[in-house]
């Protein structure tokens, strides 16, 4: 059974005024120890997706219309405030772009992360634990570093204590949105290393949301590709990348410039992602696709299964 099934989740935002569909259908998953890859152009819905694996947002506005979001073979849709809790920080961790959400400034890094470890077991973490996850997230002098309070930390820094927060609680699944997008191009490969290598000694799974395919790519088993609150593609890594069957896939490689050849100019896509109550009526992203015919314009496309686990959402995939 893998550790996390989502299956046909719909999610809206709802005000008095107004109703907007912003997930749509979403079904993928995660199996142990397995790392997925989650991208998508601005604003596709993958932020709410994570946030929705343990109902991190608030309801109302948030509400779930439909699906399920099985966690170890348990529907988070119907658990009590009270069990989200046990699962928060425990069954599941999240790591942000801006690791200063995170962090308390008032309070020694060393402090946060004796904190972090005493909140999932009884006795007091002692110096040397704090001092060996510092350790274990690559931070040097790590027992000067503990008695730092988070400003004095570059962002790098401050990234990988995060890091050792989310890890210590020894979470089943990591969620990772746009874990390294404040940071440099170097510690960024350094950072998405360090996640996989921590990967390999505790065994979690992995969610990573990124913009940054080429990163994704370096450790993701498989990707889902989100457009406009659905899932258009999702496959084995090495399929999607080399034969991506959807063309919003092949428009996304094409405009990724760590992916690209560099003698390649590389085109955006043309046109916007649509906002959510804004998406056309047959296929969402056929006003922006070069193949789209009327049938597109008219009618919405199913997720087909096309191989061994793998998904793509246009009829005309094989083109
Ligand atoms: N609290 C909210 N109320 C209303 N709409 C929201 C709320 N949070 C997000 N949205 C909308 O939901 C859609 C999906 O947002 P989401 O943050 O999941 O996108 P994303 O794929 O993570 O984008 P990015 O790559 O920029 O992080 C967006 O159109 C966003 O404006
Ligand atoms: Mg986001």
Known sequence: MDLLEIRDLRLRFETEQDSV????????????????????????????????????LPEPPARYEGGQILLDGQDVLTLSQ????????????????????S?????????????TLRLHRP??????????????????SPEWRARDFPHQLSGGL??????????????????????????????????????QDLQRQYGMSILLISHNLGLVARIAHRIAVMYAGQIVELGDTRQVL???AHPYTRALIRSAPELGRPSERLPAIPGQVPQPGQWAPGCRF?????Q?????????????????????RCPYHEQ
Not at 103 to 115: A, F, K
Not at 128 to 140: F, H, M, T, Y
Not at 165 to 184: C, F, Q
């Open 242 to 244: 080399d034969a991506p």
């Open 158 to 195: 401050q990234q990988r204590v995060m890091i050792a927060m989310a890890v210590a609680s020894r979470p089943a699944l990591l969620v990772a949105d746009e874990p390294t997008t404040a940071l440099d191009v170097t510690i960024q490969a350094q950072i998405i290393d360090l996640l």
């Open 123 to 140: 006795k007091e973490a002692t110096d040397q634990e704090v001092i060996r996850w510092l350790q274990q997230v690559g931070v040097a």
């Open 292 to 312: 789209a015919n009327d049938l597109c314009h008219r009618t919405p496309p199913e997720l087909l299964e096309i191989g061994p686990r793998r998904w793509v």
């Open 286 to 290: 056929a006003p922006r696709c070069d």
């Open 82 to 101: 009270a069990e989200l809790r046990r699962i928060r920080g425990r069954v599941v961790s999240y790591i942000f772009q801006e690791p200063g959400a």
């Open 21 to 56: 569909s912003i997930v749509d259908g979403v079904s993928l998953s995660i199996g142990k120890g397995e790392t997925l890859g989650l991208v998508g152009e601005s604003g596709c819905g993958k932020s709410v997706t994570a946030l929705s694996i343990t109902r991190l």
């Open 103 to 115: 962090l308390n400034p008032v309070w020694r890094v060393g402090t946060q992360i004796r904190e």
